[in-house]
C-alpha cells in the first residue's frame, strides 16, 4: 500500500511541476520589462516549490531503484517493480492423483506416492491432480474391472467394460469421467498428461488417455 501510495505521490508531484513550469511562463526575454517584486516573491515561491518537486521525485525514484545481480558484472538496472515480483510462468499438467499418494484408487487404500518424479515435475510444471473414474462417478472403494482392449475400441467399437464383483457395466463411467477430465485439461490449459499405467481408464491406451490423446494432449504412462 505504502509503494502505491508513494507512486500517485510521484503522479501528483509530475502534474503540479508541469502546471507551474506553464505558469511561470518559461524563459523569461531579455527585452521584456524587469520584473516587479511582487512577480520576483512569486518567481521564488515557485523556484521553491520546484525544489521540493525534486526532491520528493527522488525520494519516489529510489523507491523503484532494484540492483539485479544476475548479470556477471553486478550492475545495477531500473525496474518499476521489483524484480522478485515476477515468478517464471510454469505450464500445468495432468497427473493421476493416486501418483501423488491420495486414496482414489478402486481398493481405497492410500497408494505410494511417486515423490521423484513429483519432485523432478513441480520444477517444471503446475500439476493439476485428476481421477477420471471417480470424475465418472465412481465411488471408492469400487469395482475392481480391466479394460479387455484398448480406449479406441471402446469408443468407436462399443467395447463393454464389465465390474467382475457385481457383472454391471460400467463403461459409461469410465467415458463420462474421461470426458471431465478433458474439460479440466482445457480449462486449465493443459497440453500433457501424467496417467497411472494398467488402469482401465488412466493408462495412455485406455479410455481417458484416448480422448485426451484425440485434442492432442500428449499423454505419458507412469507404470
Known amino acids: 500500500m505504502a509503494f502505491f501510495l508513494a507512486v500517485l505521490a510521484f503522479v501528483l508531484v509530475l502534474c503540479l511541476h508541469s502546471s507551474l513550469q506553464f505558469a511561470s511562463g518559461g524563459v523569461v526575454d531579455s527585452q521584456e520589462e524587469p520584473a516587479s517584486n511582487a ?35 553486478g550492475e545495477t538496472e531500473d525496474h518499476l517493480f521489483p524484480v522478485s515480483d515476477f515468478q517464471t510462468y510454469h505450464e500445468p499438467v495432468l497427473i493421476s ?25 513441480k520444477k517444471k510444471y503446475v500439476l493439476v491432480p485428476v481421477c477420471p ?34 457383472g454391471r457395466d460400467v463403461t459409461h463411467l469410465h467415458i463420462n ?17 501424467y496417467l497411472k499405467g494398467g488402469s482401465p481408464s488412466c493408462d495412455r491406451e485406455a479410455v481417458t ?15
Not at 47 to 65: D, K, P, Q, T
Not at 112 to 120: F, P, S, T, V, Y
Not at 214 to 220: A, N
Request: aromatic share 4%.
Open 39 to 73: 512577480d520576483k516573491e512569486t518567481a521564488h515561491g515557485i523556484n521553491w516549490l520546484f525544489e521540493a518537486s525534486y526532491n520528493i521525485e527522488g525520494g519516489v525514484a529510489s523507491l523503484w531503484r532494484t540492483v539485479d545481480m544476475s548479470n556477471a558484472g
Open 177 to 193: 469421467g474421461a470426458h471431465y477430465t478433458l474439460e479440466i485439461a482445457e480449462v486449465v490449459g493443459a497440453r500433457r498428461a
Open 133 to 166: 473414474e471417480q470424475l465418472g462417478g465412481m465411488p471408492t472403494p469400487r469395482t475392481s474391472e480391466k479394460l479387455d482392449g484398448a480406449g479406441a475400441q471402446v469408443l468407436d467399437e462399443g467395447l463393454r467394460i464389465i465390474a467382475p464383483e457385481t
Open 97 to 121: 492423483a493416486c501418483l501423488l499418494g491420495i486414496p482414489c484408487r478402486w481398493h481405497g487404500r492410500r497408494p505410494k506416492k511417486r515423490e521423484a518424479l513429483i519432485e523432478r515435475l
Open 209 to 223: 488417455g484416448e480422448v485426451l490423446r484425440r485434442r492432442g494432449i500428449k499423454v505419458i504412462r507412469v507404470p
